[in-house]
């Protein structure tokens, strides 16, 4: 196969590559212990509760 080919085979090859990454992907993380912190800001917390809480209603 020359370099940048692409058949049926590479496809098949690269289907199945991906295919095996998935929930067993979170396995490899072993840590129990996170550090670093956190910041967010709450802005309009009321106004898009009191929105969220109108389209839920309809």
């Known amino acids: 196969m020359s370099m940048g080919a692409y058949d049926a085979a590479e496809h098949q ?11 067993n992907a979170a396995d490899d993380d072993d840590r129990t212990q996170y550090d670093g912190d956190v910041e967010y800001d709450v802005g309009d917390a009321d106004d898009l509760l009191a929105q969220f809480r109108e389209i839920k209603s309809r």
């Open 13 to 23: 090859r690269r289907e199945e590559k991906t295919s095996e990454v998935g929930a």
